[in-house]
């Protein structure tokens, strides 16, 4: 009898009705008081409603009132939800490269990140406002894997700068969660694909 890893299991969005993996997705909780409550350490008691990882399907699935019909009863979902879900997605992003800084798997800086970059694997972000030369110069071919959904401030703060144009993760579970992290923010920030309702 096979096994299903929790990690790689598959949730169905309300908002288009498709089936995928929860990486892709984020899990909403109903509050005591009836209130849509962003999920996104999914460990909030009670019945989950899952939407796609999107600033305009989490727009729909308000507007369309999908949530109360997901969670079977009425829910209250506000209207800048999308916008919520940003930023809570850049502080999940931002603590964890605080955490991966604190154990000594994250740099910044030219100089380290291309020491890094040059040991093999490293997981690169650079600030989606810093200059594609110095992107370039750093990653050259491999310039296209770099993640850049955060800007030169967000970047910086967990490592108490201003400002910093690139970061270098060591691989592992800290890289691991930034990258899923990231990713769904990229889905907030108009860095994916239109989202289209499948209903």
């Not at 995928?20 to 899990?27: A, N, T, W």
């Not at 800084?101 to 740099?107: E, S």
């Not at 691989?171 to 990713?183: F, V």
């Amino acid at each position: 009898m096979t096994q299903t890893n929790e990690t790689d299991a598959e949730r169905r969005c309300v908002a288009s009705g498709v089936s995928r993996s929860k990486d892709g997705l984020i899990r909403f909780a109903l509050a005591p008081d009836g209130k849509v409550v962003p999920d996104l350490a999914e460990r909030l008691p009670g019945r989950g409603v899952w939407v796609t990882a999107h600033g305009d399907a989490v727009q729909y699935a308000v507007s369309k009132g999908l949530f109360s019909r997901g969670f079977k009863t009425r829910a209250l979902a506000d209207a800048d939800l999308d916008q919520l879900i940003e930023r809570l997605l850049v502080t999940r992003v931002g603590d964890l490269l605080a955490l991966a800084r604190r154990a000594g798997a994250a740099v910044t800086g030219f100089e380290k990140c291309r020491a890094a970059h040059a040991r093999g694997d490293a997981l690169l972000l650079h600030a989606r406002d810093g200059s594609m030369d110095g992107l370039q110069k750093l990653a050259g071919a491999d310039r296209e894997q770099a993640i850049r959904v955060l800007d030169g401030a967000e970047l910086g703060s967990p490592f108490g700068r201003e400002s910093a144009v690139h970061v270098a993760v060591t691989p592992g579970g800290l890289a691991d969660g930034i990258k899923r992290e990231c990713s769904r923010l990229a889905g907030f920030r108009g860095l994916t694909g239109v989202w289209k309702e499948g209903r």
